[in-house]
């Protein structure tokens, strides 16, 4: 008896990936680390403290989300999207908000703030990966494509409400992402794509706020506005490039410690890792995250259901264009939006998130069914 519990205990030691967690671990140590530089020159450590906090809590969850089954999340989807309407209703009625980044986006009880965008993204993988399984033998029905655009079309107008331009982006990057995945045809690919190219002048003038729009115009021309719209791009670049290869060293960044750089600790400390550590520095933080991702596609790939693909489909779709973004915009290759790079910025919410999604990614990859080496894949 004692055998066989010893057995079962190393088969479950073998099927956890323990590659993906520690990568992620190690992650979130290192954003706490650099965030710790970022706000030296600030005189205090609440920040670290914050953010310390967030990653405990956000390792219990990841671990409580891995040894969870996924699959008996198919009984709660109903109350998680109502949950996810629900958070961005409220923060509509009760958020607070800055007037530099414009969106509401924000709910605070005391000294706690969350923001609702961020834990509505989880819920939408959850619940889209869902109906996706659901209806993907005939993805390519127009009512089926009509209820699917509908489930993600409610969260996407609220969060446009706020507004928050970023946080839209993502949850339609990950529809795309999904709906490849699902191998929707290509006549519709095809016309959306001409009719999302022939509205982006409509929705630069009619849809986006003033603030909005500055922030394009100052992702291809900084200097127009160099105080302004374009300051941060151009701090975040003179760091980016004066960190040259090695870096200036750990906390001896010249933009950081000086307070040249906005936003230091949180939009952009991918610019501070670039200023101290240098290009091989970023180089393997950078390398790091696209591992994280790499992982959620081959799980996705590994998968012994669609529920179960679609979700770590849905996971690294997320973390992909957050990094893409939020590295984009730091060496000034895509516009501001306020995005955080997954790990690495300040924010307990997105950290315990992220932290929540990866669990879920290491709860398919657990609980996948052993296949027989007859089966046909």
């Known amino acids: 008896m004692k055998t066989k519990s010893v057995a079962k205990k190393s088969v479950m030691l073998m099927e956890f ?3 993906l967690f520690i990568v992620t671990i190690g992650l979130a140590l290192f954003g706490i680390v650099m965030i710790y530089s970022a706000t030296r020159s600030l005189g205090t450590n609440v920040n670290v403290i914050v953010q310390s906090g967030a990653l405990v809590i956000g390792c219990a969850l990841m671990l409580v989300s891995c040894f969870f089954d996924y699959e008996q999340l198919k009984n709660l989807i109903k109350p998680i999207y109502i949950f996810a309407v629900a958070i961005l209703i409220l923060v509509l009625l009760i958020g607070i908000g800055t007037n530099e980044w414009g969106a509401k986006s924000w709910i605070r009880f005391g000294p706690v703030g969350i923001q609702p965008s961020e834990i509505a993204k989880i819920c939408f993988v959850i619940t889209f990966s869902y109906h996706l399984s659901k209806v993907h033998d005939d993805i390519n029905k127009p009512l089926v494509i009509l209820g699917l655009l509908l489930h993600l079309g409610i969260l996407l107008g609220l969060i446009a409400l706020q507004p928050d331009f970023g946080s839209a982006m993502v949850f339609v990057f990950i529809f795309i ?3 490849f995945t699902a191998k929707i045809s290509y006549k519709y690919i095809i016309p959306a ?4 190219g022939a509205s982006l002048p409509l929705i630069y003038k009619y849809v986006l706020k003033d603030y909005q729009q500055e922030r ?4 291809f021309n900084p200097e127009r506005d160099a105080s302004g719209s374009g300051f941060h791009v151009i701090q975040s670049k003179i760091a980016v490039g004066s960190g040259q ?6 906390m001896q960044g010249i933009q950081n ?10 939009d952009f400390i991918f610019s501070v890792i670039c200023e101290e550590l240098g290009f091989i520095g970023a180089l393997l933080v950078v390398g790091a995250l696209f ?5 959620c596609f081959k799980t996705a790939q590994k998968a012994d259901n669609a529920f179960g693909r679609y979700i770590c489909t849905g996971v690294g779709a997320m973390m992909l264009f957050h990094v893409f973004e939020n590295v984009g915009m730091c060496v000034g290759l895509m516009p501001v939006t306020g995005i955080p790079l997954p790990f690495l910025s300040y924010g307990g919410t997105s950290l315990v998130v992220n932290m929540v999604a990866i669990g879920l990614v290491l709860s398919v990859s657990y609980h ?9 894949y």
């Open 245 to 250: 290869l090695w870096g200036k060293g750990y």
């Open 291 to 295: 591992f994280v991702i790499y992982k």
């Open 193 to 196: 794509g001409v009719v999302a």
């Open 216 to 219: 394009i115009l100052a992702f």
């Open 368 to 376: 996948n069914k052993p296949r027989s080496v007859f089966d046909v």
């Open 257 to 266: 410690q000086m307070g040249y750089l906005p936003e230091k600790h949180t």
């Open 17 to 19: 990936d323990w590659l």
């Open 177 to 179: 992402c999904l709906m």
